[in-house]
């Protein structure tokens, strides 16, 4: 994806309807560009809207730690954003990216790997990598 | 899908966690089973996801209304579900459905049609039918 220029950015920022939900936050569906595959669904704020749309890549706002979140920024999984949809009501988003690695920090290549089956969960998921070797101190 | 006894659904329940959004919510992302599409992304509660699970239908809570929500139930346009998945922290569902006639209340296939390209909205999506001839009081 191109990178916007801050006046382009700032009329997006306009649509967007971040009251819905506390802290102003929109949902952000993250989806394989190529796939279509799921691969995970995480918040932004303005603040990782607009980073996201500067650099072209996927930036979140993490809840747990309080703090705006560039997606692998420890682990090198980063997300090239192909697309950024809105939808009806302007309140959640869409990322097409281009994933490196893996998504999901338990190892799978998507974070929605766990299938309610008869009564059970069955894991449907692909192990793409170690989280142990990936998120280890240096 | 098949419908699921209250025993297997209890089961299922206890492993969703409902405190991360106000008004114990999960967001729930609703996919095109054979597509792989988006069509929309919606809320559930615990009454929402054991309606889901009993009948195979989407059903979510509506946030606008304060009150449970099946899916097509003014349109006719139902959502029968094929998959039910969860992610990695068990805070957000994915369901896989068959969707009759189309999942937007504004006549698109799917809720995310607004695409932004060189800072303006462009409309990527299907116009499948007439809100007004759909929704309209009889």
């Known amino acids: 994806m191109k990178q ?9 920022i306009e649509i967007l309807d971040f009251s819905k939900i506390e802290g ?3 949902p952000v569906i993250t989806q394989d560009s190529q796939t279509n595959e799921i691969l995970m669904l995480a918040f932004a704020n303005e603040e ?9 890549y996927a930036h979140y706002y993490s809840r747990s ?3 705006l979140w560039k997606k692998g920024e420890t682990s090198g ?3 090239e954003i192909q697309q950024i949809i809105t939808d ?6 869409l990322f097409k990216v281009k994933q490196t690695g893996a998504a999901c920090h338990k190892g799978f290549y998507s974070c929605f790997y766990n299938e309610f ?4 969960i069955k894991i449907i998921g692909k192990k793409a990598f170690n989280p142990e ?3 280890k101190k240096q």
Request: hydrophobic share 30%; proline share 0%; charged share 40%.
């Open 4 to 12: 916007f220029s801050k006046e382009k950015i700032d009329k997006f």
């Open 24 to 26: 102003d936050l929109v």
């Open 48 to 56: 990782a809207v607009r980073r996201s749309l500067e650099t072209g």
């Open 65 to 67: 730690r309080s703090e």
């Open 77 to 79: 999984h980063v997300q």
């Open 88 to 93: 009806c009501d302007s309140d959640s988003l």
């Open 117 to 120: 089956v008869d009564g059970k």
């Open 133 to 135: 070797e990936v998120y």
